[in-house]
Structure formats: C-alpha cells, structure tokens
C-alpha cells in the first residue's frame, strides 16, 4: 500500500471501531475515493456494510478481557495472603550489591599470570577490603575487570628477565 492507502485503511479501522460496520456513503464521507487495495481489506455483511474481520476479533477479544477484569473486581480481586501481604511475586528480582568473595592467593596468581607483581597484587586487595567498594562507594561486582580497567596499566607491568640458569623460563 501507498501512505495515502495507509492512511485510507488505518481512518476506516478508527471509524469501525467507534462506529461498527461502515456504509459505503460512510467510506466516501470520510475519505473521499477508496482505494481498491483499500476496500479489499474489508468484507462486506449481509446489509451491504463494510468491516474488517481481524479489528472485530481483536474487539470481541479485548471485550471478554474487560468483562474478566470486572467479573474479578466484583468478586473483589486477587484474595490477599492471611499474613496481609499480597499473594503474587514482584516482578523482578531485587538486586543484592553484597561484596565479593574472593581470596588474597586467587588475586595474587591472576595478577602474575597477567605480567603484574605480586605486590601490586596484595596493594590491589588491601584497598578493596574489607567491603569491596569503589572511591565512589559503588560495590566492585567483578573484580578482574576492576584490576584490568583500574590497576592494570603499562607503568604497572613487570619487566620480563631472561633466566640464565633456566632457559625456558622468564623471571618477572
């Protein structure tokens, strides 16, 4: 469809849903020449009106819903709990900001495993205990990616040695 049928088609979906089924007299009144594509859309009834099938399931729908909300309100709604508290679940799971549980010896390796010394390590976990909290006062969530954005910088890197008396094996 063109935007003018679009238009045609979604003005005669208002004008059915207010006003039932349309008379041709109706259709040409409100937008002149109907396209074909238009009135294609459209079935005519026995009385010679025209509507959209779809639209009046949706209405006979949305009408069954409404007469269930008020069926239920009359009964007068969702029972409550004897405790007085509401009987359904809220609708997200609260969010817990509780601290890290992590040990000094798994942030050691991750900082050696990584070029970092191990007292870069040990400075990394004594500034974040014992609340695992940030300088905004925000709780540190995942602590690998604090030490690679916050403490993971070139000037921080260990310098790799050549072992001499171990040839495979680099020192930091």
């Known amino acids: 469809m063109t935007f003018e049928e679009r238009g045609q088609y979604i003005t005669l979906l208002c004008l059915q ?11 040409r009144l409100s937008i002149g020449n109907v396209s074909v594509d238009v009135l294609s859309k459209f079935t005519k009834d026995e009385n ?21 909300r008020r069926e239920n309100g009359s009964k007068g709604g969702r029972p409550k709990k004897p405790n007085g508290l ?12 509780l ?16 070029g970092y010394s191990k007292e870069l390590a040990k400075k990394f976990y004594l500034h974040y205990q014992p609340d695992w909290k940030d300088a905004n006062g925000k709780v540190v969530k995942d602590w690998k990616k604090k030490a690679q954005v916050v403490w993971f910088k070139e000037e921080n890197k260990q310098v790799k040695r050549f072992d001499p008396s171990n040839p495979n094996q680099m020192i930091y």
């Not at 509401?86 to 900001?97: C, D, W």
């Not at 040990?103 to 050696?112: K, L, W």
């Open 86 to 97: 509401p009987s359904a679940k809220p609708n997200g799971k609260p969010k817990k900001n």
């Open 99 to 114: 601290p890290i549980n992590v040990n000094e010896n798994e942030i050691i390796d991750y900082f050696i495993n990584n």
């Open 48 to 68: 010679g009106n025209f509507y959209n099938e779809r639209l009046n399931t949706e209405i006979e729908k949305r009408s069954a819903f409404v007469d269930s």
């Open 17 to 27: 849903h207010q006003k039932g089924s349309l008379n041709e007299k109706t259709i």
